[in-house]
């Protein structure tokens, strides 16, 4: 089946560590990129998003993710992280085969210890 | 401005009740999308409404309806509750489609 996967379920860094979160999606074609984070007793809120153009995307808290079709991979990247990161990061993606709607991936849980 | 808001927070139900969610989407927004949460997966799309209609909808039994009224608000309604359909009920709302959705904190469903 079409899927989003996100292989890293629970990640631990220390503070100032670097983060990379995979992502890989197994939809052909045309697709919408997005990572969201939920932040503890917060709302999913939009981190950034891929539609077209450079595929390294910049989106909010130092946060920037790669697009590489050839791999259908969009990896969340952060240099540093710090212990507010702490949080659920979600991967998902709009194919555009049929009805266009958001599909997430399961989530991986990042805790940042200080 | 105020965000998307769901009601109740938190419900409580016996297998084989009725349920129904509210969801108010962020002014100027007209459409609004449903999600179920299951404890450690990813939200699942249910239901997509623009203008008062239907979208789309993801493989979810008939059991789920929904609705959305001319305020733009929108109801989830699920019969004949199953212990599986506890979950976290997420709403989304958008000017249009599935691009730049804003969720809201969503209802904490249980069945017993």
Redesign the interface.
């Known amino acids: 089946a079409q899927s ?1 996967s996100q292989h890293n379920h629970h990640v631990i860094l220390s503070e100032a560590a670097s983060l990379e979160l995979g992502c890989n999606y197994s939809y052909g074609g045309t697709v ?1 990129l997005f990572w ?1 984070v939920q932040y503890p007793g917060q ?4 981190l950034l ?1 891929y ?1 077209s153009g450079d595929p390294l995307v910049k989106g909010i808290k130092g946060f920037e993710a790669e697009f590489i079709k050839s791999k259908f991979s969009f990896n969340l990247r952060k240099p540093s992280v710090q212990w507010s990161d702490t949080a659920e990061y ?1 991967c ?1 993606v ?1 194919p555009y085969t049929g ?9 991986t849980r990042l805790l940042v210890s200080p | 401005d105020a965000g998307v808001t769901q009601s109740p927070t938190h419900l409580i139900k016996t297998r084989g009740q009725h349920v129904t969610l509210r969801c108010s989407p962020i002014s100027g927004h007209k459409s609004v999308s449903w999600y179920q949460q299951v404890l450690g997966q990813g939200p699942q799309f249910i239901f997509q409404y623009y203008e008062k209609e239907e979208r789309g909808r993801g493989n979810f039994p008939d059991r789920f309806s929904a609705r959305q009224f001319p305020n733009y608000s929108s109801e989830l309604n699920v019969n004949a509750l199953l212990l599986g359909d506890s979950a976290l009920y997420l709403c989304a709302s958008s000017l249009d489609g599935p691009y730049e959705q804003y969720f809201g904190p969503g209802t904490r469903l249980t069945v017993t």
């Open positions: 989003v919408n969201y709302h999913l809120q939009l998003k539609f979600f998902a709009i009805f266009q709607k958001l599909v997430f991936g399961t989530g």
